[in-house]
């Protein structure tokens, strides 16, 4: 490992969200800024890097995906990378804040997504889910409208902040059904009239529904799009979490 890849690792014992940085700047930065390190990160089924990111006198830590990196699927097209980008810019429009900010760039392998690294305190959600009940209810919710097949244990962090984050989207807004998720404490619970009452203000808010066409162009199919608002009406008519008894309904490995 060269010294400059050292220096990268070093980086990921102390690095969280930059202090200070909002949203908008941490976006500037994975923009505009220079890649100047990647590391193999060791575990998935996909090449996943952790890479460095300077912009003039600042930097961060990102989490790039890139598309030539992506073993293929039987379910899902290729540009996994896509969801991503996807995933995050449907939860800034819900106003839930959970995804790292996240965009799609080029990189050292080529077109990907690139999003900011969060430094866990606890990256396993049975550690924290006791003490953080509304937080996880607000993911397992934006799992069900997203379609989302693979929520793992490991993809709830609790940041060094308190802030409770939940990454790896790519397997998101399929049209079939496949919803695979360890987050079933909530089951056959009614939804909380708050979050209901966001997801139902996103719904008839015409600019954001906008918005939310035009931020999917390119990332999403039609059709996805089309399911995507068909989930959220359908949680709005009937806002109770879903229910299973399917071992199939929990992702492999749960971590």
């Given at each position: 490992?060269?010294?400059?890849e050292?220096?990268l690792w070093?980086?990921?014992?102390t690095?969280?969200r930059?202090?200070?940085?909002?949203?908008e700047?941490?976006?500037?930065?994975?923009?505009s800024?220079?890649?100047?390190?990647?590391?193999?990160i060791?575990?998935g089924?996909?090449?996943?890097?952790?890479?460095?990111?300077?912009?003039?006198?600042?930097?961060c830590?990102?989490?790039?995906?890139p598309?030539?990196?992506?073993?293929?699927l039987?379910?899902?097209p290729n540009?996994l990378?896509?969801?991503?980008?996807?995933a995050?810019?449907?939860?800034?429009?819900l106003?839930?804040?959970?995804?790292?900010p996240?965009?799609?760039?080029?990189?050292?392998?080529?077109l990907?997504?690139?999003?900011?690294?969060v430094?866990?305190e606890?990256a396993d959600?049975?550690?924290f889910?006791?003490?953080?009940?509304?937080?996880l209810?607000?993911?397992?919710?934006?799992?069900?409208?997203?379609?989302?097949?693979?929520?793992?244990?490991?993809?709830?962090?609790?940041?060094?902040?308190g802030?409770?984050?939940g990454?790896?989207?790519?397997?998101?807004f399929?049209?079939?059904?496949?919803?695979?998720?360890?987050?079933?404490d909530?089951s056959?619970?009614?939804?909380?009239?708050?979050?209901e009452?966001?997801?139902?203000?996103f719904?008839?808010d015409?600019a954001r529904?906008?918005?939310?066409y035009?931020?999917?162009?390119?990332?999403?199919?039609?059709?996805?799009l089309a399911?995507?608002?068909?989930?959220?009406d359908?949680?709005?008519?009937?806002?109770?979490?879903?229910a299973?008894?399917?071992?199939?309904?929990?992702?492999?490995?749960?971590?």
């Amino acid at each position: 490992m060269s010294s400059r890849e050292r220096h990268l690792w070093d980086d990921l014992e102390t690095a969280g969200r930059p202090r200070g940085w909002s949203v908008e700047h941490a976006l500037a930065v994975l923009n505009s800024g220079d890649i100047t390190a990647a590391e193999l990160i060791p575990w998935g089924s996909n090449y996943t890097f952790a890479v460095r990111v300077e912009c003039e006198a600042e930097a961060c830590l990102g989490v790039y995906k890139p598309l030539r990196g992506e073993a293929p699927l039987w379910d899902f097209p290729n540009g996994l990378y896509k969801r991503e980008y996807a995933a995050y810019a449907l939860c800034a429009l819900l106003g839930w804040g959970f995804v790292p900010p996240t965009i799609v760039r080029d990189g050292p392998h080529g077109l990907g997504s690139l999003q900011l690294y969060v430094q866990p305190e606890q990256a396993d959600y049975l550690s924290f889910r006791e003490q953080h009940v509304a937080e996880l209810q607000r993911i397992c919710l934006f799992d069900v409208i997203a379609n989302n097949a693979d929520r793992k244990a490991g993809h709830c962090l609790k940041g060094l902040d308190g802030h409770i984050w939940g990454i790896d989207h790519g397997l998101t807004f399929n049209v079939q059904p496949k919803l695979r998720t360890v987050i079933w404490d909530f089951s056959g619970e009614r939804v909380p009239e708050a979050l209901e009452d966001e997801l139902l203000d996103f719904r008839t808010d015409s600019a954001r529904i906008r918005e939310l066409y035009r931020c999917m162009d390119g990332y999403l199919y039609k059709e996805e799009l089309a399911m995507l608002l068909k989930r959220i009406d359908a949680v709005l008519a009937h806002p109770v979490f879903p229910a299973t008894s399917s071992r199939r309904a929990y992702p492999w490995p749960l971590y």
